[in-house]
């Protein structure tokens, strides 16, 4: 909970890039949980098929 807490502490638009790959995710936070968030953005994109899931 803590390393959640500690993600949700850093500015949206860092977050959103690390997600959406246009900026390396930091070692602190590239784990199991930033890949789920990840991989969770690629498939919701590919379920609507918008064609930016990656």
Do not use: C, N, V
């Not at 850093?10 to 959103?16: A, G, K, V």
């Not at 890949?35 to 930016?52: C, L, M, N, P, V």
């Amino acid at each position: 909970m803590d390393w959640f807490e500690a993600l949700l502490e850093q500015p949206d638009q860092d977050l959103y890039a690390w997600i959406i790959g246009t900026a390396p995710t930091p070692a602190a936070y590239d784990g199991e949980i930033m890949s789920r968030i990840k991989q969770f953005r690629f498939e919701a994109h590919a379920e609507r098929g918008d064609g930016r899931g990656g």
